[in-house]
């Protein structure tokens, strides 16, 4: 399971801004932009028409591209003269780390408190043989779905049995 730590003495980082969140995604989400990226990663700056070039398109495109960029804090644009110089900002990329770290953690946790159980029901299971086996009590993440009832009909209808969802949901 992913485990984060905070190193001794330095506060934790503050969560990452939802709209700052949403702008890194929708930039990661076009390979225009994350081929540049993977360009910019090599270090140092290129200009935004050393960034075009490999790309076939126009300045006017490969700037909108670079906006995009910038608005998701991936990139810093410096201007020296005429020239528009793109370098690549790690901050912003540590901060969608975080975020799927995090994530991450939460499903690992959910998915092994499944197995727990699934293990848990299979040793009943064969510790009873063929033999009627009651299920384990879930752990308190999990959602049940109740036994259907018969009704006044003698008919078996299902019915769910519903939690409050946490935030993390």
Not at 127 to 152: F, L, R, S, T, Y
């Amino acid at each position: 399971m992913v485990e984060l730590h905070t190193p001794p003495g330095a506060a934790a980082p503050p969560p990452p801004d939802a709209a700052r969140l949403d702008a890194l995604f929708h930039a990661l989400a076009d390979g225009t932009r994350r081929g540049m990226l993977q360009r910019l990663a090599g270090g140092g700056r290129y200009s935004i028409s050393e960034l075009a070039a490999p790309q076939a398109m126009t300045f006017a495109a490969v700037s909108k591209h670079v906006k995009a960029l910038e608005r998701a804090g991936l990139v810093r644009r410096e201007v020296q003269g005429r020239t528009h110089y793109c370098r690549l900002e790690p901050t912003a990329m540590q901060q969608a780390e975080a975020w799927i770290a995090r994530q991450r953690a939460i499903w690992e946790g959910r998915l092994d408190r499944m197995e727990a159980y699934l293990l848990a029901l299979h040793a009943q299971e064969q510790q009873h043989g063929q033999q009627q086996v009651q299920a384990p009590e879930p752990a308190p993440d999990h959602n049940p779905i109740q036994k259907p009832e018969p009704d006044a009909a003698g008919s078996k209808s299902a019915t769910r049995q519903t939690r409050p969802r946490t935030e993390n949901e």
